[in-house]
């Protein structure tokens, strides 16, 4: 079995069938006994440090990894209004400056910055810091994190001798992640998943669609492709949860699904040179006739944190919260207020009553790759107990916003 099919298999362990049932109260499945529910939650943890284990040795394999960093310092030289051209598109100015600074060892300093997981403003503290006080209400935690195009299509900007055994250029990561692990944090990583779908399939089926990728050309966030994935990997991942059974969201009754050729026009940080809009191929999730698709709901077991991923290609009926909900049965509680994934959403989420958090089982917080740095909106902020949650500012002082809010 190659590396990537054993990256493949672990996450497959962790998600048994999805279960029919459930309720249209917000009410989530009764909890599995304590004993059974840590076992599991082991056993899930065990199998994401293997896949984290598994990834960073495919990546230090496959190498090349200074000649990406030195190409991506020369691009920078190169920066238009926070855009830089490559051979197919654009990459972002902050996706370059950000995998630099996660990525490159700091002289004196940690091997990466990804390990500095002493410093206040990193963000393995805040992250192990929220799972601890949701953990301790019995709510479970997931990061859920995903590479960005630069560290995904690495050959748009320099020539590669080959792409066999490509696993990601995305060396820290895997790292962190594991570290985030090792402190009793679930973290799915998607880079496995998003390396192996990166082009589509041809047409005629046979080989793959170079033209049909995760990431929008002229824009950092993904296409409805890559927001179907990551929602169909997050929904087998919380099917392992031992409370969970399937929502009461159920296609043919509640939505229904339509692929359709989208014209995808809204660019971010203002328009790049040469963008033009970009047709994808996109399932659409619709509500059915005279009713509105019930993706959110603030009474929901499950609570999504997120920026503006989770909202893209809303227009379109394809952001990733409609298909969670195609896949799970469950609409979401979300949370994500503009002005920075990294901080703006714990504060919020910060305000919730105890009547709210009664009815919690879960809190997903997705974070693309290119958050991750340190700074000053990655502070721990305590989530339960606060007497004034809205006296902390919802964004630190150098901004964040590494998702696009």
């Given at each position: 079995m190659t590396r990537s099919a054993r990256l493949g298999a672990a996450l497959l362990l962790l998600a048994p069938l999805l279960a029919a049932g459930g309720g249209d109260d917000g009410a989530a499945a009764p909890a599995a006994p304590a004993r059974d529910a840590e076992a599991l939650r082991a056993e899930r943890l065990a199998l994401q440090r293997t896949r984290c284990d598994e990834l960073a040795a495919a990546v230090d394999q496959f190498g090349h990894l200074d000649t990406f960093a030195g190409a991506a310092r020369q691009l920078l030289t190169r920066v238009d209004e926070r855009f830089v051209a490559v051979r197919d598109g654009v990459f972002t100015d902050i996706a370059l400056e950000n995998?630099?600074?996660w990525n490159e060892p700091r002289q004196g300093g940690?091997?990466?910055?990804?390990?500095d997981t002493e410093a206040t403003d990193h963000p393995y503290r805040a992250i192990v810091e929220l799972n601890r006080e949701l953990r301790a209400r019995g709510i479970d935690f997931l990061l859920v994190?995903?590479?960005t195009r630069p560290s995904l299509y690495p050959e748009l900007a320099l020539d590669l001798p080959s792409m066999t055994g490509f696993a990601g250029f995305c060396p820290a990561t895997p790292r962190f992640a594991r570290a985030l692990i090792d402190a009793g944090v679930e973290v799915l990583y998607l880079a496995p998943e998003f390396v192996a779908e990166r082009y589509g399939v041809a047409p005629d089926g046979t080989g793959t669609d170079t033209a049909d990728q995760l990431f929008l050309r002229y824009n950092q966030h993904w296409t409805p492709r890559g927001a179907e994935l990551a929602a169909r990997k997050v929904a087998e991942y919380v099917a392992g949860y031992p409370w969970?059974?399937?929502g009461p969201g159920k296609e043919g009754t509640d939505f229904t699904l339509r692929t359709k050729d989208v014209e995808v026009a809204i660019v971010w940080g203002g328009t790049p040179k040469g963008a033009k809009p970009e047709r994808c191929k996109a399932t659409q999730v619709l509500p059915r006739p005279g009713r509105r698709l019930d993706s959110v709901r603030p009474s929901s077991p499950i609570?999504?944190?997120s920026g503006s991923f989770a909202d893209f290609h809303m227009v379109s009926s394809a952001d990733f919260t409609a298909q969670l909900y195609r896949h799970t049965g469950w609409p979401?509680?979300?949370?994500?207020p503009k002005g920075g994934?990294?901080?703006a959403c714990r504060v919020a989420l910060s305000q919730k009553s105890e009547a709210d958090w009664k009815r919690k089982k879960l809190v997903i917080w997705m974070v693309a790759e290119q958050a991750f740095k340190r700074g000053?909106?990655?502070?721990?902020?305590p989530i339960f107990g606060r007497t004034d949650p809205a006296a902390d500012p919802a964004r630190g002082n150098d901004g964040g916003a590494g998702d696009g809010r």
């Amino acid at each position: 079995m190659t590396r990537s099919a054993r990256l493949g298999a672990a996450l497959l362990l962790l998600a048994p069938l999805l279960a029919a049932g459930g309720g249209d109260d917000g009410a989530a499945a009764p909890a599995a006994p304590a004993r059974d529910a840590e076992a599991l939650r082991a056993e899930r943890l065990a199998l994401q440090r293997t896949r984290c284990d598994e990834l960073a040795a495919a990546v230090d394999q496959f190498g090349h990894l200074d000649t990406f960093a030195g190409a991506a310092r020369q691009l920078l030289t190169r920066v238009d209004e926070r855009f830089v051209a490559v051979r197919d598109g654009v990459f972002t100015d902050i996706a370059l400056e950000n995998w630099l600074d996660w990525n490159e060892p700091r002289q004196g300093g940690p091997v990466l910055p990804s390990l500095d997981t002493e410093a206040t403003d990193h963000p393995y503290r805040a992250i192990v810091e929220l799972n601890r006080e949701l953990r301790a209400r019995g709510i479970d935690f997931l990061l859920v994190s995903f590479p960005t195009r630069p560290s995904l299509y690495p050959e748009l900007a320099l020539d590669l001798p080959s792409m066999t055994g490509f696993a990601g250029f995305c060396p820290a990561t895997p790292r962190f992640a594991r570290a985030l692990i090792d402190a009793g944090v679930e973290v799915l990583y998607l880079a496995p998943e998003f390396v192996a779908e990166r082009y589509g399939v041809a047409p005629d089926g046979t080989g793959t669609d170079t033209a049909d990728q995760l990431f929008l050309r002229y824009n950092q966030h993904w296409t409805p492709r890559g927001a179907e994935l990551a929602a169909r990997k997050v929904a087998e991942y919380v099917a392992g949860y031992p409370w969970f059974e399937r929502g009461p969201g159920k296609e043919g009754t509640d939505f229904t699904l339509r692929t359709k050729d989208v014209e995808v026009a809204i660019v971010w940080g203002g328009t790049p040179k040469g963008a033009k809009p970009e047709r994808c191929k996109a399932t659409q999730v619709l509500p059915r006739p005279g009713r509105r698709l019930d993706s959110v709901r603030p009474s929901s077991p499950i609570v999504l944190l997120s920026g503006s991923f989770a909202d893209f290609h809303m227009v379109s009926s394809a952001d990733f919260t409609a298909q969670l909900y195609r896949h799970t049965g469950w609409p979401v509680d979300k949370v994500n207020p503009k002005g920075g994934i990294e901080d703006a959403c714990r504060v919020a989420l910060s305000q919730k009553s105890e009547a709210d958090w009664k009815r919690k089982k879960l809190v997903i917080w997705m974070v693309a790759e290119q958050a991750f740095k340190r700074g000053q909106p990655w502070r721990p902020i305590p989530i339960f107990g606060r007497t004034d949650p809205a006296a902390d500012p919802a964004r630190g002082n150098d901004g964040g916003a590494g998702d696009g809010r």
